[in-house]
Every structure is written in structure tokens, then in C-alpha cells.
């Protein structure tokens, strides 16, 4: 695998249209080693999922989009997360999203998959609130750092179902 790319080559690359599109602040959301993704829209789980080997057989989890305008109370518990921001990777790129370290002291994590080079979507990931007291979150507010590596070699690229998601 290739290095980590810097805050300074992603912002570039960021300003040339790769990366990430619709961020709400750059300056604020760059990171020295990364970029912060920001909430968009919280759902809580209304039934089961259901994965095999093939996909044949793969449903995903019924949802329900919670309502709020400004900040919301979770209680402890699973919640599928979407971003503000489009994800753009080209093919000798991915990234792995980490949860932000204020959420961790919250008793709060982000689970996300791998972003495959070529993926493109707004993206959606798991957020667990562990914390007995619950969690207050912003809209808006940053819950995810990506970090961009750069592949040795381009790939193919992402081509499955979740690429284009949300947009």
C-alpha cells in the first residue's frame, strides 16, 4: 500500500474536484492527515438484515429517518448514519474512515467499511452509542475522519451496488 496522503495533497486534490465534493467548510473539516465527514441524517433500525455469501440473497435493513433540525438526543444504541459530503475516489486511491476522537471520549463510535478506489456516494456508516447516559449530536456536526491512501497501481475500481449511493 501506498503513503498516507498529507492534509496539504488533499486539499489540493479536494480543490481539483477528487476526493470529496458538497463539504460544507474545508479549512475546518481538513485534517492533518485527513478529512472530517459531517451528519446529514440519522435512522434507527425498523427490521433485520440479511447477507449470504453470493448476494443473492442480501437485504439490506429497513430504516427509519429520524426528524431534527438542529441537535438530537440518542439513546444507547445502533444508528445508520449518512454525510453531507459525496466521497469521490479516483482508482489509485482509498480511504478508511476512523471515528473522531470527541466521540470515543463520548462513549460513542462510527463503524464504516473500507472506501474502495473508484468508489463515489454519500456514503452511510454505523453509529453506536455505548454511553448508558445517551448522546447529544449537532446536524452537521463532524463524526468521521477519512484517510486517503494512495495504491501502488490503479485498480479497476468500485463498481458495486452501493457506488452513486445517496446522491
Do not use: W
Amino acid at each position: 500500500m501506498g503513503p498516507v496522503l498529507s492534509g496539504r495533497e488533499i486539499r489540493e486534490m479536494i480543490l481539483g474536484g477528487k476526493l470529496v465534493r458538497e463539504y460544507l467548510d474545508l479549512d475546518t473539516q481538513l485534517t492533518p492527515n485527513g478529512f472530517d465527514l459531517s451528519l446529514r441524517e440519522i435512522h434507527t433500525f425498523k427490521g433485520q438484515g440479511y447477507v449470504d455469501f453470493s448476494n443473492k440473497n442480501r437485504r439490506v435493513s429497513e430504516t427509519e429517518l429520524l426528524d431534527f433540525e438542529h441537535k438530537l438526543f440518542l439513546d444507547p444504541g445502533a444508528y445508520k448514519i449518512v454525510y453531507n459530503e459525496i466521497v469521490d475516489l479516483p482508482n489509485n486511491i482509498l480511504a478508511i474512515g476512523r471515528t473522531r476522537s470527541t466521540l470515543l471520549r463520548c462513549g460513542v463510535s462510527v463503524v464504516s467499511a473500507v472506501f474502495d478506489a473508484g468508489y463515489v456516494g454519500r456514503c452511510e456508516s454505523l453509529l453506536i452509542v455505548s454511553n448508558p447516559h445517551g448522546f447529544m449530536v449537532e446536524k452537521a456536526a463532524r463524526v468521521l475522519q477519512l484517510i486517503f491512501l494512495r495504491l501502488p497501481s490503479s485498480s479497476e475500481g468500485y463498481s458495486g451496488v452501493y457506488k452513486g449511493e445517496n446522491i
